[in-house]
């Protein structure tokens, strides 16, 4: 017999007994609990207080609206409203931060354009409160394991800049924004 055929033949019977156990053929398994626990998620919200936010113009007396306001390049714009603040979770550390897209131009045209990208670019947040950072914007918000949970005051700074050289702020004359979306945003890190 020549080696093909005897390695057939043992192939077919190690086939045949295989098939002859496959009746007490049995995978064993079992399942058990360790007792992980419980865990909870925690959560981010940043929520507008119901009192109305206030601005100052160089620092001047606060007023309720900026409504007829020509802004003219060096004013300094500050708007300050309360907020709440809600972070749980052990690991929880964000950014508060304010958002310089919120700033629009009132239109399409050119000077709306030039201004709100004059204004979006300075707008800087400053806030105060217990799990905030102190310090340079952005502002970090550790919830810890105790979170925070707490009513914060935030001020929004603007400033139109005023260049060095004459005429550079030129392209925003009689441009108008949309300040009544100004926005803070709390973001995970």
């Given amino acids: 017999m020549n080696k093909l ?28 609990t360790i007792g992980g626990g419980t ?23 606060p007023r309720a609206s900026m409504t007829g306001f020509k802004i003219v390049p060096g004013d300094v714009l500050v708007y300050t409203k309360g907020l709440s603040i809600t972070a749980t979770g052990d690991n929880l550390v964000a950014t508060l931060a304010v958002d310089p897209a919120s700033i629009t131009a009132t239109s399409t045209a050119p000077a709306d354009v030039a201004l709100a990208a004059y204004l979006g670019k300075t707008a800087v947040l400053t806030a105060t409160g217990t799990g905030i950072s102190t310090g340079a914007a952005p502002f970090t918000v550790t919830a810890g394991t105790a979170g925070v ?25 009689l441009g108008s924004v949309n300040l009544a979306a100004l926005a803070v945003t709390l973001t995970q890190k």
Avoid: C, H, M, R
């Fill in 5 to 32: 055929l005897k390695g057939t033949i043992a192939g077919v019977a190690g086939v045949v007994l295989l098939l002859g156990g496959a009746g007490s053929f049995a995978l064993w398994n079992s399942a058990g």
């Fill in 39 to 61: 865990i909870v998620a925690g959560t981010l919200e940043l929520a507008s207080s119901t009192t109305a936010g206030s601005w100052t113009v160089n620092g001047g007396a």
């Fill in 149 to 173: 949970a707490q009513d914060v005051t935030v001020s929004i700074t603007i400033t139109y800049p005023k260049s060095a050289t004459a005429g550079l702020e030129n392209s925003s004359k």
